[in-house]
């Protein structure tokens, strides 16, 4: 094996926990605000807004 499969693992994982952190930044916006604008606007900035919320709250 020539190394390849590891840089395939790495970036689906990569891509999990940005979609990931999104979805539960839109969650998390969503029940705290009800705003679609707010939702949008902290999936953008998606694990910043979640450890955010978890420190404040």
């Given at each position: 094996?020539?190394?390849?499969?590891?840089?395939?693992?790495?970036?689906?994982?990569?891509r999990?926990?940005?979609?990931?952190?999104?979805?539960?930044?839109?969650?998390?916006?969503?029940?705290?605000?009800?705003?679609?604008?707010?939702?949008?606007?902290?999936g953008?900035?998606?694990?910043?807004?979640?450890?955010?919320?978890?420190?404040?709250?």
């Amino acid at each position: 094996m020539n190394g390849t499969g590891i840089y395939v693992y790495r970036t689906e994982g990569a891509r999990f926990g940005i979609s990931f952190g999104s979805a539960m930044a839109i969650a998390i916006s969503w029940s705290v605000n009800k705003s679609i604008l707010w939702a949008i606007v902290h999936g953008l900035f998606s694990w910043i807004y979640v450890i955010y919320y978890a420190i404040t709250r």
